[in-house]
Each structure stands twice: as C-alpha cells, then as structure tokens.
C-alpha cells in the first residue's frame, strides 16, 4: 500500500557501471524529488520535478539523468558509477511546489558501488 | 540560500523522560518547519510540523515550538517510550525557495 514506490530497493553494481532507479506515486501529486542520503544520515536534495518540468537541480554531477516521463514517475540513471555514489537514495512526492508543503517518501534504494 | 542546523547529534534518555531536539535557520523567509522520523533501515516520515503564523503546536506526547525572531525551533517528546528510539530529522522551506532543506539528524535512544 505504498504511497511512493520506488525499484530496486538494493542495487550493487561495479564502478563504472550505468543504472537506474525507478519511482512512482499513486497520490496524485504535483511534485516529485530524488534525496541522497549519504552514510552520516545526511538528506539532501539532488532534483525536483513539477508536473514533469525540471524546476531544480542542486549542483548534482550531470552523470545523474533524471527523467519525469509524466508527473506520476520519476526516474533517475546514474552513468559511469563511482565509489562516492554509494548512499540510500530516496524518492519523494508533494502537493505542490515551493517546498513547503509535507514530503511522502519511498522506501529509498541503497546503492552499492565495488 | 537556507541552512539548517540540528542539534544534538545523538540524545540518550530514560524511558519516562522528556526529549529536546532543537534546530536553527538562517532564511528569514522560512515559514514551513516540519519534523521527519526515520527509523532503522526505514524511509523517513513526517510526525509533526508547524507554520511561521503558529508559535506552538502540539499532538499527543509530541509538541513542536517556534521563535521566529531568533529563527530557532525546538521539538519535544514527553514521557519517551523504546519506540521513540530513531533519527529525527528538522527542515525548513520557504516559498521561494522551492525546497525542503533538512539539518542534519539527531540520533535518539529510549533506554528501558
């Protein structure tokens, strides 16, 4: 019954490998998020998407691709994988944009990169 | 743009005591603070948050404070349980800004 779902939930890859990461919310939501949450916790913005529209981008190295085909899915292909990239990364939704507004979010993807 | 401090990094209580965690801001165009809990290997999710035109706020053994003038906010767990025990986690957004900024996590243990 998950609001927010996102695929895989673990992914272990080599470095230089390309993947990607799925997500998809059945709320009806205008907006959606790709979060890193790195090993101290850490959770910071990487994208934010309005109604498919790219509206920002944290200074995220442009080997991560987001991709909203519409405003119910948010993808994310990670090209040339490092060591760095390891973390949860996790999917978010919102009613609308401008931040301030509740974040629902998925279950999150750890990525392991060898 | 906006900075989010939180404080401590990790807090030990008693079960039966009360808990602090207290976070800063530095846009003065913040108006939306809310609280994500994040239990082990588990997505973070929202227990409380509360408005710039609200001081206070309060739901069950959880209450949250705001002092818009020295850009500061406070939650407060009373009588803590083992399953208070995880990561909280503050943030702050404004209009403007577009997004939601969050400190950096405060590691709480309810010892039995």
């Known amino acids: 019954d998950t609001a927010v779902s996102q695929t895989p939930k673990y992914l272990v890859t080599q470095m230089g490998n390309d993947k990607s990461i799925k997500c998809e919310q059945n709320l009806g939501h205008d907006t959606m998020y790709w979060y890193k949450q790195d090993s101290k916790k850490f959770l910071k913005i990487m994208f934010s998407y309005n109604n498919k529209e790219l509206i920002i981008n944290e200074t995220v190295p442009n080997r991560f691709s987001p991709k909203s085909p519409d405003k119910a899915h948010l993808n994310l292909h990670i090209n040339s994988l490092e060591l760095g990239d390891s973390a949860v990364y996790f999917c978010?939704?919102?009613?609308?944009?401008?931040?301030?507004?509740?974040?629902?979010f998925g279950n999150g993807t750890r990525l392991t990169v060898t | 743009g906006e900075n989010v401090e939180q404080h401590p990094s990790t807090l030990s209580v008693q079960e039966g005591d009360s808990a602090v965690i207290k976070c800063t801001y530095s846009d003065s165009a913040s108006n939306y603070f809310p609280w994500y809990k994040q239990e082990l290997g588990k997505r973070p999710q929202l227990i409380i948050d509360i408005r710039s035109n609200v001081g206070e706020k309060k739901d069950q053994r959880i209450a949250v404070t705001l002092n818009k003038t020295a850009k500061h906010f406070s939650l407060h767990i009373t009588e803590t349980q083992p399953e208070d025990s995880a990561v909280y986690f503050c943030?702050?957004?404004?209009?403007?800004?577009?997004?939601?900024?969050f400190g950096q996590g405060t590691e709480l243990s309810v010892k039995p």
């Open positions: 943030a702050a957004s404004s209009n403007q800004g577009g997004k939601l900024i």
């Open positions: 978010a939704s919102s009613p609308r944009t401008g931040g301030n507004s509740p974040l629902h």
